[in-house]
């Protein structure tokens, strides 16, 4: 992730390097109005399609972004969450929604989550991971 991300950033900062004076040349003044229009451009992207997370708890978090954000949830809509179950010690904690649609967190037995399909059980006998990530992992060997 941060490899990617230090990597972009320098071959941008490359990029504007080499065009800059070819720009200035050709646009003068003009250049200056391009590079504020981008800046405006991704100052109005985080406002709107980014939502604020402040204070937010993580396990709320999807909840706020795929359920209620005005444009993730049509994009994202029609998918399983990925994360519906979180390891907490040797019990499970298992996210649901009552029926106005407000999270809960509840303590589950991994045996009892093994039995009706919640999790994959490890060859030792301990609850791997969530349903949702079984098919990723087997994929992946040694994972």
Not at 22 to 50: E, R, T
Not at 102 to 113: E, T
């Amino acid at each position: 992730g941060t490899g990617v991300n230090t990597f972009t950033n320098l071959l941008m900062t490359f990029v504007v390097g080499q065009t800059f004076l070819s720009m200035l040349c050709a646009m003068k003044f003009g250049v200056f109005f391009f590079f504020g229009g981008i800046g405006l451009i991704a100052i109005l992207f985080a406002i709107f399609f980014i939502p604020e997370t402040k204070n937010v708890p993580i396990e709320e978090i999807e909840e706020m972004v795929v359920h209620r954000h005005w444009f993730w949830r049509r994009v994202v809509s029609g998918t399983k969450a990925p994360v519906n179950a979180l390891r907490s010690g040797s019990s499970l904690v298992q996210i649901s929604r009552d029926a106005s649609g407000q999270p809960h967190l509840s303590m589950i037995d991994p045996a009892k989550a093994a039995q009706v399909g919640m999790v994959d059980v490890s060859p030792t006998g301990d609850a791997a991971a969530p349903r949702a990530y079984s098919a990723a992992k087997m994929d992946r060997p040694g994972v």
